[in-house]
Structures are given as C-alpha cells and as structure tokens.
C-alpha cells in the first residue's frame, strides 16, 4: 500500500504527482490512497465518485486507521521531520516514510520501491517522484479519471466557444502572480510588459489575415488597458474552468508551471514556457505538448 501525504501549494502540482501514482498503479497494481487530493476531489467525475476504474485507489483510509492519524500527524509543520527521525516508530506500525531525498528523482518503476508497494505500508511525503513511461502510457485513463464534472465542463466548453466565435487561433495567456512572488526568489513574477511582448511575438508568427484571439489567464485581476492592443478574452476565475479552458486553446504562453504544465497534457496544447522575462517567442516549433518528458523543466542557465 502507497498513501500521499503531502499537501503541497498549487492545483497543478496535485494533479501532476496523483497523476503519476495513478499510472503506477495501474501497470503495477498495488493499493494507493490519496488523501493529499482530497480538497480537489469533488471537481472530478473520476475521485468525486470514488470511482477509478477498477484500479485498487481510494481517497482515503478508514477514520480508526493508523494511517488516517499519521496522515493527520504529517500535515503539521514539523510532523514529517519528527516521524522520519523515529524510525522504531515506523517498524513497530509496520511502515515507512518516504520524502525527497537528495532532491533527487525517484522513479516509481524502481524494483525497491515496487517491493515496498506491495507488500508494506509505504506514507510519500514528497515532490519528486515520477512514472514518466507509464505516465504516457495510461493519459487517456488519466483525462477520464480527471474530466471535470458536469457543470464546470459546461462552463469550460462556454467559455472556450465564446472565445472561439470571432478568432482562427486562441491563445492561452498563463499569467501567473501572488505565489510567485517567493519562488525561486521572484525569478518568473513577470510584468505585464513581458507578456505584451510575448503576445506581439506570438501575434507575428501568423499571416495578417488570421484572427489572433488570446485568453488571458490569472491569479490576480488583469489590467484591460496594458492589453489593448490585442483581441483579448476572460474565463470564470475560477481555478477548474480556468485550467481547462487553458487546455481547449490552440497553444499556451506563460512562465514555468504545473498548472499551465496540466492544461497542456489534459488538452494535448503545444506550451511555450518563458523561463525569463526577455525570453523569446520565435518558432511555433519551439512549443510542445507537455507528457512529462523531463522531471525538471527547470531551466537554470535561461534565469537572469
């Protein structure tokens, strides 16, 4: 049995790591439970009933269970620290912790781990861990299990056909603020004049006659005057109908995100990550459809 424990910042970030767990589980077939995406579940037709398929997940783990307290144990600020150093703790309750270690990628088709899986009791309480083969493999079940549920589909598909109606190409605009503030020391808190500048690029790879329409996207208002000289559109606002309207467009811009990373995969988008603020937009071959091709999508040596 695998359980997820952590609870980490961002939509996008939730849906990438279940997502690999998922795949894992379904080449592999071991028991998993993610209770880490509880708080998303009732957006989905797949975890809102509980319903995977026939695969061996649950949301959950019964309230009495030992596993159900250490999930809680885990979510305080220090829980992972103190139970990773107990590991008497661990053997005695007849399981393990596992995080990031190194920060160094853990494969999930590792024989170890799948040993682990099962046969014991395995809690993950990390970032990077990937089934990128599998990932690949089993998309399709993982759209299904992912499909928004009726009514925010309904908003999706409004959304994405109201911008549709008077443009060739739609544009998914990835602006992305308040968090961004702190990560990576600010590195990708970019201006609105990056992203003009982006847009006037992405504008010019097209014929004059072509109608650019770009739909913009944000965790903070956006300002219609710095975006006047564009064909423009909004969605809801809200973080499902956003990040799948994003995945109906024809190619995304935005700066390095699961979110946009998400809204890529689901809706098979070409996205062109800008991984610094004067970055260009030159080629519509430099976009591509994000399947995890790479754990790291970092970019150091592009960051300023």
Known sequence: MVILTKDFDGFGNHLLLTSHFIANTAEHNYELLIPSFGPYAPFFEGTARDDFEGLPVRLRAAP???????????????????????????????????????????DLNDPAY???????????????????????????????????????????????????????VLVGVHIRRGDYAGWYGGAYLYKNATYVRAMREMK????????????????????????????????TNHPVEDLYAMAGCDYIIGPLSTYSMWASFYGRVPLFHLHRPDQAVTALEDFTVFEDQKTEQWQSDLVV
């Open 64 to 106: 009495a269970d030992v596993t159900s307290l250490l999930y809680q144990a885990l979510q305080s600020r220090w829980g992972f620290g103190i139970l990773n150093r107990l590991p008497w703790l661990q053997r005695r309750l007849g399981l393990r912790i596992q995080g990031d270690e190194n920060d160094r990628n853990k």
């Open 114 to 168: 799948l040993t682990e899986a099962r046969n014991g009791c395995l809690l993950i309480h990390g970032w990077l861990f990937r089934d990128k083969t599998n990932f690949v493999r089993h998309s399709d079940l993982l759209r299904r299990i992912f499909r928004p549920i009726a009514p925010h589909q309904q908003a999706i598909e409004q959304v994405v056909a109201r911008n549709r109606q008077a443009a060739d």
């Open 204 to 235: 010019a790879l097209f014929p004059a006659h072509v109608r650019v329409r770009f739909l913009l996207f944000s965790n903070e208002p956006i300002s219609d005057t710095e975006f006047a000289e564009f064909d423009t559109g909004r969605s």
